[in-house]
């Protein structure tokens, strides 16, 4: 028998309706690199839900290439990016952001998320300097929503953080390679079109939700809006047969998947959250969305171990780990099932 | 009705094998990165063209991308790539290798083709120079077989190069975006296996050759292979889903697809190079693989543009052009007819 | 018996003027970082030959440091940089600007230099482009003044390549490594302020010219004075005694030594290219600055190279070399003299 | 009446005997680009210092600019260098080494300074991940000797830090801007060749230490030499007048300077520290070195500032603040005394 894998939420192909979308038009043929007829209706897609304004939609391969992408082309060589310590470009990048020449200023994270408060102190530091050459500028913030730790900024505290960017002259750029699982969490009080308020760019995810592969990036602000195709091109991002792109996100957006899939993943993993506090396992991180950190003993984590693959995070003392459950776009009810009836017998 | 699109080699989707691999696998679970069992099994079907040699293959996505994490990965900073005046890294991809950081020494090539006489040249005066440290040190050569102008270069050819570069100790890096049509050319006198003899890395092309995308890279020479895997993820070409590019590369060569494929999209176009001959319409360069480029006046631009698509290349003189037409893995037999009746009548 | 050197102009300290206030100012004590009073002094003098453009006078230490510096700078990570072939930028820098990341476009030089034709050839192709996305886009035009072989641009040439950086939107350095050389030649029509007047950014070298060590970069072009000091500092180009620099030039300028000095050093030089003429050894190219490229036989290279120091160029022919012989502002009037003498024996 | 500086130590020229080898030179003509004799000589002096070890020594102009060249030379694009999060590269120097492409990771210091079990924490960290490729290995250790807080590692602390670099196979980079004051201390076991033996490569710093400017990088460790004289002429650091950085050490270290000077330096520091600790006033730091760190009031700030010029650090709580008093090479005992007359007056 096969284990259930719930090590990540990137393990399993497409939904369905986009590998039916790949079959149907494998023997059309296109024009390349993004400026078929399908990134358009898949970026029209998008429009719908940002709120009017005015946006650029670019379909790009993978969330690491999006992030040092964007951050390049917004910033100037001496210009800085804000993030929490927890950040994945801060942790599990390779230091790809640092690889264009950009200094990563991160600040201790809550739970994942760094706040308002934070940022304004950073920003400040800088504008009260008096040896300012002598120093990066923080030019730009970058948060994860939903972060790397499945936590949610509230909407308030996204307020919050975009009055201190204007106030600051500060770019505000959210990863969202995971935002379906964060706007579909019952716990989550931001729209789409309340990211595309506060950003000045953003991406949303598709590789870990229920594409094959994919991320569409929005840029709000004009000034980010200059030659990003270009930067994409250098980047080795751009993908000759654009149209799989544009196909993905049209399908996720036009038939309403990106929000009801991602949704329905988020509610299986309170169910897995409900299993472990009913059996008295703590959380590491309260996360109500669709990755679980619990805190297991060896013992839990042999026993859960034979039926289920989980990921391993870190040690937390003796005998004791943290590990992460993730749902996805492909999780099955009756799996979560499963891993529920198992998690009652630890 | 339709126009048949001949512009370019990269207009329609996969190899219907593909399609239905990845709709097979994709309720499949796997590991993450590259590291799942398909990319292991792609490999080892590619393993079996190389001689014997040892290698290492990994799996990316595009062959810009390709480029220049190869070339970054391979030089030090104050190194240079010796290429084709008119080689793809040198033209076409918005200066990627110079913006990892690399001076590109571009010789004027003959029908997209350098010889190892020049390139002896360059390395000995690099190695006669007594301001070494004022200058940059050519150190890997990079050559496109075919070329981008669909030709080839012969065995000897090949071997000559490799001798100049082991001569003066320089990496041969051959771009093989378009491997399979020049392998499968009826002027070929070239094997996958001297491919792997005379190259330190090479590339076998995907997107072009009958995969919706993916390119495997092949390295030959140690000193290449350290901390590939690293520069990949940082560069942002490591996809999260990598057996999609494992399937692709497992099916295309488990099946001899590869080879059979695109040997016979370069007798098709020899079929499309006879009609425009018999017509009395000359190549601007003799190409035996998927790609012709012809010279056309203005108004069999246009008639012909009736109902096909082609590639605008360059004017050439008052009203004569070079224009390109490709076939691909995707041309059917009975859309070449079409298109020769055509040429006939132009 | 020392023989004469005449391979280069930066072979001996400084003018003696300069000595003297080094020493005259060693006990002082200043603010670092050139934010002290003779920078400024230093800056204000050479506003005085702007012709009343506003300008940002930086003071960094060599020419190569400028050149990646100022360009990196001003350029996207797509931008190239148009240039001679000859120029300094593109062969004797060890790829410092592509290390920067641009990729430089060089131009066919014709004795040194580019016409406003050629630019406006490389910048309509690229207007005209509908592949925008795969090439870089020139945004910067590279010339020397006097150019790396001595040669110097017209007024009218100059104000042809400024018209055509206007209707392309291109910024115009200028590197004046040998400025000074080249506004005092007698074929010279053009004086400081037509440089200011026609460059977005040049820079007055004074390390060939009467300086220790130090460049005076002059922006004029706003768009090129935003962060300027971060990105000296940041390519470890900012002194930390900044007022060592700033002396210099105050030194050079407001003694008018920098005029004086470089023009006696090209009329010196005039002296020599009419002794060889006289002898009938030809020029390979006709320089009316400093330096001067003869061509030479073997026997009157070993001849005159028993008493003085040229610099080897390269090979010409059987038997037929060029080689270079400068001036500089140490060169005294005696040691042409002798040179003279030895010339005529030869 | 000027006042008296002590804000920093690179505030006045250089020692009198480098003024006088400058003049007395000035008018002789050197071979360029730092292969003159001066150079050979002053690195000779240099390596009577290093224990025999052999070394190739390279003069630079200022430390930035020796600290990312040295770092990127030494380092692949994907490796980190470890350093205290209060070392110079990760405060002061703009992001250089990042734009180089290089992530730093910044423990936490205590006093300035990190020791070997953090060091060793750290790359048993990468040593034990699964997921190396997505992180960034540290390969080198950055030290300040003394640190920018003016304390000094102990022989031993050296040591051990030594051997878990061995025990990782990372280098170990000393970066010695102020490193004559360190070996000067009369708290101070290490010597030179205690440097020259632990470190993979080093600088001595000439700018803060007596000379006009120039550091002296000494590089110990055969696979950090390669190409180093390209990565400084690619990175704008290789002076025209090279002699002029070779006199300048040659003079310090053949009379002796380099020691005596430096040592009466930080003699003259322990006066300053000693009255302040006799008045009652706390050093932020203990340091033995020629820099102190005390905590004034807002009014004894104001109070010493009427005759001396320190440099303010930061705020410590309400109306308390740290700031800086620096002796140099250039201090005289007399000032010394006129501080601290001022000192017991607060």
């Known amino acids: 028998m096969n284990k259930l894998r719930w090590n990540n939420d990137y393990n399993q192909g497409a939904h369905p309706a986009i590998i039916k979308a790949l ?25 719908k839900h940002l709120g009017g304004r005015d946006a650029d939609v670019h379909f790009m391969i993978g969330g690491t290439q999006v992030n ?25 990048e390779t230091g790809a952001v640092e690889n264009t020449g950009h200094k990563i200023e991160a ?20 504008r009260v300097s008096d040896v300012k050459e002598h120093i990066t500028e923080p030019k730009m913030v970058y948060i994860s929503f939903p972060t790397e730790y499945g936590t949610i900024y509230s909407l308030s505290e996204l307020n919050e953080i975009r009055s201190v960017c204007d106030e600051y002259g500060l770019y505000l750029f959210i990863d969202g390679a995971r935002l379906g699982y964060g706007l579909g969490s019952p716990e989550c009080d931001v729209t789409m079109e309340d990211i595309a308020r506060v950003s000045d760019v953003f991406y949303i995810g598709g590789t870990k939700c229920g ?6 990036v929005v840029i709000l602000n004009d000034a980010l809006k200059i030659g990003f195709r270009s930067y994409i091109k250098q980047n080795g991002a751009m993908l000759a047969k654009g149209w799989l792109l544009g196909i993905q996100f049209y399908t996720l957006f ?37 990755q679980q950190f619990v805190i297991l003993t ?21 005998g004791i780990h943290c ?17 529920i009836e198992d998690i009652a017998k630890l």
Chains 1, 2, 3, 4 share one sequence.
């Open 107 to 126: 600040l201790p994270g809550t739970d994942g998320k760094i706040q308002a408060a934070q940022i304004k102190e950073a920003a400040e530091s800088f």
């Open 23 to 47: 079959e149907k038009t494998n023997n059309e043929s296109y024009c390349g690199y993004g400026l078929d007829e399908w990134c358009k209706k898949g970026a029209d897609e998008i429009k």
């Open 323 to 339: 590990v992460r459950f993730c749902t996805s776009f492909a999780t099955k009810h009756e799996d979560v099932d499963a891993l």
């Open 68 to 92: 040092f992408t964007v951050i390049t082309s917004a910033l100037r060589s001496y210009q800085s990016v804000i993030c929490a310590d927890s950040g994945h470009i801060n942790v599990h």
């Open 298 to 318: 060896e013992k839990q984590m042999e026993q859960i171990g034979e039926k289920h693959i989980y990921e391993y995070e870190m040690k937390l003392g003796d």
């Open 254 to 290: 036009s038939e309403g998947i990106y929000f009801d899939c991602m949704k329905a993943a988020s509610t299986e993993a309170l169910r897995i959250k409900a299993a472990f506090e009913e059996r008295g396992i703590k959380s590491y991180i309260e996360s109500y969305t669709n």
């Open 211 to 216: 594409a094959l592969f994919g991320e569409a």
